[in-house]
């Protein structure tokens, strides 16, 4: 006899703290537009912290970003030209969990104001005309559907026929499981846009902040031709607890962190928020330059660099001279 079983999900309520554990948003003597930096409880005033790109000052702790506030203090003031703006997601699998998907994003749009986990535009970095996508993890976790999927691509087709160094900021859990399948090709369909920049010889910087996971990481956060990151970033496929669980064992100090990615050669470069304009000005200079060899005569510095800028930056830190030093160190100048 068939036996049918009834399964009744509900929200489990946060507790409620009790009164001397609560934490009062601001203690005494700090303005109340103050809050406490997660990592080591510094009490930040609010201005203070938009000064400082969101760091603290005491610990250097990077809090998490919208796409908004990083583009606005990344860019040139008033640069910033966004395209893709209304695209936006559909239901194609009519996925129902405990709200329907379309519910949801409907939710998350009017909490957050955005209307994707990317946002994409024409900029400039210190008067370089550039291509930015920015992914925004408070919108369903800056997960990547046929919309990220779509914008990255309509970002890459921008790139290359303005000529256009594209500039990708990376923060998401991975693919979004609402949209399955579709979700999952679109790790092919911007593998493939990346591969178009290569034939295009067009310069490709990843920024991976925290955390960068899943289909997202797999596909073009780590394809670029300058990967950096932010302090103490999250970067891995799966996370550390999960696989710990699977395989039983205990994983190194680290694992999965940004600091232990660089050094086992998956980054190139960890960037403090606060650098990363200079840095990517710098990086920008020389990609640049590299790809100008092919269509006139370089300056001498430039001279032998190979079509691909990227190719001779991969774990260079430093400025121009100590780049250009390590190149010439390989061996493959003239080459």
């Known amino acids: 006899m068939e036996q049918r079983i009834t399964v009744e999900i509900t929200k489990r309520d946060k507790p409620e703290l009790k009164k001397e554990e609560k934490q009062d948003r601001a203690p005494s003597g700090v303005s109340s537009n103050a809050i406490s930096c997660t990592k080591c409880g510094t009490p930040i005033d609010l201005k203070d912290l938009e000064k400082n790109w969101f760091c603290c000052p005491q610990c250097d702790f990077h809090m998490p970003l919208s796409a908004r506030k990083r583009i606005e203090l990344l860019v040139d003031p008033g640069s910033f030209s966004e395209f893709g703006e209304k695209w936006t997601s559909t239901d194609p699998l009519n996925f129902f969990d405990l709200k329907s998907y379309q519910d949801r994003i409907n939710d998350i749009r009017a909490e957050t104001g955005v209307k994707e986990a990317m946002i994409c535009g024409r900029a400039t970095i210190s008067d370089h005309p550039v291509v930015l996508c920015v992914m925004d993890f408070a919108f369903m976790g800056g997960s990547m559907g046929c919309v990220v999927g779509e914008k990255f691509v309509r970002a890459v087709d921008i790139a290359i026929e303005e000529r256009r160094p594209l500039i990708v900021f990376t923060t998401s859990g991975g693919a979004r499981m609402q949209e399955g399948i579709l979700s999952l090709m679109q790790m092919a369909k911007t593998t493939c846009a990346v591969q ?37 970033a999250l970067i891995c496929f799966t996370g550390p607890r999960v696989i710990k669980q699977t395989i039983g064992k205990e994983l190194p100090e680290g694992f999965g962190k940004a600091e232990f990615c660089l ?9 403090s928020r606060k650098e990363l304009r200079k840095v990517l000005t710098l990086y920008i200079d020389l990609l640049e330059g590299a790809v100008q060899c092919e ?6 510095a430039f001279r032998g660099l190979p079509k691909r ?26 080459s």
């Open 196 to 232: 178009r920049l290569e034939t295009e010889k067009i310069p490709y910087i990843s920024v991976l902040a925290n955390p960068t996971t899943g289909g997202v990481l797999a596909s073009f956060a780590l394809q670029a031709d300058v990967i950096l990151a932010e302090p103490e």
């Open 263 to 271: 050094s086992h050669g998956q980054l190139d470069m960890i960037v």
């Open 295 to 300: 269509y006139e005569e370089p300056e001498p």
């Open 309 to 334: 800028g990227g190719k001779i930056i991969r774990g260079i830190r430093g400025i121009k001279k100590v780049a250009f030093d390590a190149w010439r160190s390989l061996g493959r100048h003239g």
